[in-house]
C-alpha cells in the first residue's frame, strides 16, 4: 500500500462503519469509548482475522456485551426506541435509518 506524508490507512467496510455508526448512538465518539466497545465485541482488536470475522476461535462475549450496554442504556425502557443508520447491502450500498426498541437494539449490537 502507498501512503502520502501525514495520511494512515482506516477501514471503511460496511461492517466496521456500522459499528461506528453504532457506538455513535451510544455517545461513544471518543476513540477510547469505541475501542472499549470493539473490546467486548471482539478477542483482540490487533487480530486483523478477528476483526474481519474470519476467526471461529472467539469466545462467546454475548453477555458481556449484554451486560455493557444495558449499563450504557440505563436510563432507557427496554420498549423505547431508538433511532440509528447502518449501511446495507441490496444488489447496492445505501445508508438506511433505523428505528429499535432499546432491547432490539442490544441484540443488534450483540449481534455485530
Request: proline share 2%; charged share 25%.
Amino acid at each position: 500500500m502507498v501512503r502520502l506524508a501525514g495520511t494512515y490507512a482506516v477501514c471503511v467496510c460496511e461492517i466496521h462503519q456500522n459499528v461506528y455508526l453504532l457506538a455513535s448512538v451510544l455517545n461513544l465518539h471518543h476513540k477510547e469509548a469505541i475501542h472499549q466497545l470493539m473490546d467486548k465485541i471482539v478477542c483482540s482488536r490487533d487480530n486483523r482475522t478477528c476483526m474481519l470475522h474470519c476467526y471461529t476461535d472467539c469466545p462467546n462475549n454475548s453477555e458481556s456485551i449484554k451486560n455493557y450496554l444495558s449499563d450504557l442504556l440505563k436510563d432507557y425502557d427496554d420498549e423505547e426506541e431508538i433511532q440509528f443508520s447502518q449501511w446495507i447491502s441490496d444488489g447496492r450500498i445505501k445508508l438506511q435509518t433505523m428505528t429499535l426498541p432499546v432491547e432490539e437494539f442490544k441484540k443488534l449490537v450483540t449481534k455485530k
